[in-house]
């Protein structure tokens, strides 16, 4: 055969690829030890099986008509994906490529077959397309909107759950970008979430109004992480996970009105009790004057005490329940703690006390009512100079992270119980003796109504932190 060549016989005989050369018809062929691994057969078992035996009946068909071919000179070679049946029975796939080649030293034509082992490859072929498969019924059977995009946003997959929730077919939106369907007021939300992802790869939770295929609008939360390419580190694309959230609003909403119109009962309740201590001293007086029909100089300077208690108090409830109408413009807060500290220092210093402030904020700026900013500093600075014993320093300090701005009111007081700080912010409910609470619950409705938060920490002795944080 054409292995007469030394060199030939050694590079045939020590590949580690599977290799088999042989005549037309089968009877005369020779293959390789890693042909035998491949296939588990010993040499001996090999020379009494045929090439039908071994090979499944669905290839074996194609591989002799193409074997065929080549050998009446159709084509000079062919490949092709083929089942083999191992000696241990399982299935194991070759990537089988066939060529005519010639022999010097004969007229016979002969025929190398070279195998390459891709059963891993199909295996995992095999899983992958099953998990697609199941991956795929989950989509498809799913009440929430699953979507495929491409890293700039544009949809490549959509399940078939958006045509109930948005009226949309699945592939309506197909190589569309979803900014020309999300609201005009949530776009630059979105794209700042959509920017957020594609730099720091973590996932995130949006809530805006997308639209529906009728010109409506519904609101939409979206859990949205990054598809990555584990052999190169690469964003490949967007997976995000949609639910209608309208009903659930809905319900908030309502709940907020009855929680609205429980607070209006406690306030009611607790202005009637704090209304009716400073009447009834007024009405006792009263009887007195009409019983000794004398009038009583000091007497009277209670009774007029009295009613301009009742006075704040309607006052300050008046001012809780007035509805509010804030301006929201851009406001440099240094400048607005600097005119605050401007007020309250010289009255600080006449009873040994000062304020101490630092700024250490980049760009302190935000949105909002200058006026109502200034009311929450000037109330949590007079507070914490009120809780400092006899001299002291109440420290104001400002810093800004990751588009917030944060403001730590810090003083040397006396401290506030913790069982006592979860009252703080409730109607009458106050650590000065005349207190009435309204200062700190208006503070706290002001800095909410600014998107941004208070939080008081505490410790007996030591003194209190006002932290105040607010959207840069």
Same mark, same amino acid.
């Given at each position: 055969?054409? +292995? =007469?060549?030394?060199?030939? &016989?050694? #590079?045939?005989?020590?590949?580690?690829?599977?290799?088999?050369?042989?005549?037309?018809?089968?009877?005369?062929?020779?293959?390789?030890?890693?042909?035998?691994?491949?296939?588990?057969?010993?040499?001996?078992?090999?020379?009494?099986?045929?090439? $039908? &035996?071994?090979?499944?009946?669905?290839?074996?068909?194609?591989?002799?008509?193409?074997?065929?071919?080549?050998?009446?000179?159709?084509?000079?070679?062919?490949?092709?994906?083929?089942?083999? *049946?191992?000696?241990?029975?399982?299935?194991?796939?070759?990537?089988?490529?066939?060529?005519?080649?010639?022999?010097?030293?004969?007229?016979?034509?002969?025929?190398?077959?070279?195998?390459?082992?891709?059963?891993?490859?199909?295996?995992?072929?095999?899983?992958?397309?099953?998990? $697609?498969?199941?991956?795929?019924?989950?989509?498809?059977?799913?009440?929430?909107?699953?979507?495929?995009?491409? /890293?700039?946003?544009?949809? +490549?997959?959509?399940?078939?759950?958006?045509?109930?929730?948005?009226?949309?077919?699945?592939?309506?939106?197909?190589?569309?970008?979803?900014?020309?369907?999300?609201?005009?007021?949530?776009?630059?939300?979105? %794209? %700042?979430?959509?920017?957020?992802?594609?730099?720091?790869?973590?996932?995130?939770?949006?809530?805006?109004?997308?639209?529906?295929?009728?010109?409506?609008?519904?609101? #939409?939360?979206?859990?949205?992480?990054?598809?990555?390419?584990? %052999?190169?580190?690469?964003?490949?694309?967007?997976?995000?996970?949609?639910?209608?959230?309208?009903?659930?609003? &809905?319900?908030?909403?309502?709940?907020?009105?009855? $929680?609205?119109?429980?607070?209006?009962?406690?306030?009611?309740?607790?202005?009637?009790?704090?209304?009716?201590?400073? +009447?009834?001293?007024?009405?006792?007086?009263?009887?007195?004057?009409?019983?000794?029909?004398?009038?009583?100089?000091?007497?009277?300077?209670? #009774?007029?005490?009295?009613?301009?208690? #009742? $006075?704040?108090?309607?006052?300050?409830? +008046?001012?809780?329940? %007035?509805? =509010?109408?804030?301006?929201?413009?851009?406001? @440099?807060?240094?400048?607005?703690?600097?005119?605050?500290?401007?007020?309250?220092?010289?009255?600080?210093?006449?009873?040994?006390?000062?304020?101490?402030?630092?700024?250490?904020?980049?760009?302190?700026?935000? =949105?909002?009512?200058? @006026?109502?900013?200034?009311?929450?500093?000037?109330?949590?600075?007079?507070?914490?100079?009120?809780?400092?014993?006899?001299?002291?320093?109440?420290?104001?300090?400002?810093?800004?992270?990751?588009?917030?701005?944060?403001?730590?009111?810090?003083?040397?007081?006396?401290?506030? /119980?913790?069982?006592?700080?979860?009252?703080?912010?409730?109607? *009458?409910?106050?650590?000065?003796?005349?207190?009435?609470? *309204?200062?700190?619950?208006?503070?706290?409705?002001?800095?909410?109504?600014? @998107?941004?938060?208070? @939080?008081?920490?505490?410790?007996?002795?030591?003194?209190?932190?006002?932290?105040?944080?607010?959207?840069?």
């Amino acid at each position: 055969m054409i +292995l =007469k060549s030394s060199i030939l &016989e050694r #590079v045939f005989f020590e590949s580690r690829i599977p290799q088999m050369i042989f005549e037309f018809n089968f009877k005369e062929n020779v293959a390789n030890d890693a042909f035998f691994r491949f296939i588990g057969y010993s040499k001996d078992e090999w020379d009494a099986l045929t090439l $039908e &035996e071994i090979s499944h009946p669905e290839d074996y068909q194609l591989d002799m008509q193409l074997y065929h071919e080549v050998f009446t000179g159709k084509r000079p070679s062919y490949q092709m994906e083929k089942r083999y *049946f191992h000696k241990s029975g399982e299935i194991i796939w070759g990537s089988l490529n066939v060529t005519s080649i010639e022999d010097p030293f004969s007229p016979k034509k002969y025929f190398l077959a070279q195998i390459y082992d891709i059963t891993e490859q199909k295996n995992l072929e095999r899983v992958l397309t099953d998990n $697609e498969t199941k991956y795929r019924l989950l989509a498809d059977n799913s009440s929430d909107i699953i979507n495929l995009y491409l /890293p700039d946003g544009r949809f +490549l997959y959509t399940s078939p759950s958006i045509t109930q929730i948005l009226g949309y077919d699945t592939d309506e939106l197909t190589g569309e970008l979803p900014y020309s369907f999300i609201h005009q007021d949530d776009i630059s939300y979105v %794209r %700042r979430k959509h920017m957020s992802i594609l730099e720091n790869r973590s996932p995130v939770l949006i809530t805006y109004r997308f639209k529906h295929k009728n010109g409506s609008y519904i609101w #939409v939360e979206s859990s949205i992480r990054s598809i990555m390419d584990e %052999r190169t580190g690469e964003m490949t694309g967007l997976i995000s996970i949609s639910r209608d959230i309208s009903s659930r609003l &809905e319900k908030d909403k309502l709940l907020q009105k009855s $929680e609205k119109l429980a607070v209006v009962g406690q306030l009611a309740a607790a202005v009637a009790h704090e209304i009716r201590n400073p +009447l009834t001293s007024i009405k006792g007086f009263i009887q007195l004057f009409s019983q000794t029909k004398e009038y009583n100089d000091e007497y009277m300077k209670i #009774v007029q005490a009295e009613l301009n208690r #009742v $006075e704040e108090i309607i006052s300050e409830f +008046l001012a809780m329940a %007035r509805p =509010k109408t804030e301006k929201k413009e851009v406001l @440099n807060v240094d400048e607005l703690i600097k005119q605050v500290i401007t007020l309250l220092n010289a009255q600080a210093i006449l009873v040994n006390k000062e304020i101490n402030y630092v700024n250490e904020a980049a760009i302190p700026i935000v =949105k909002g009512d200058s @006026n109502k900013l200034k009311q929450v500093f000037y109330h949590i600075i007079q507070n914490g100079l009120d809780s400092l014993e006899e001299k002291g320093t109440v420290y104001v300090n400002m810093t800004s992270y990751n588009e917030t701005l944060r403001i730590d009111f810090i003083d040397e007081g006396r401290g506030i /119980p913790r069982e006592r700080l979860n009252k703080l912010g409730e109607p *009458f409910y106050s650590l000065k003796e005349k207190g009435t609470g *309204f200062g700190l619950m208006a503070s706290y409705q002001i800095i909410e109504n600014h @998107n941004g938060k208070i @939080n008081i920490d505490s410790t007996i002795g030591q003194g209190t932190t006002v932290s105040v944080t607010l959207p840069m």
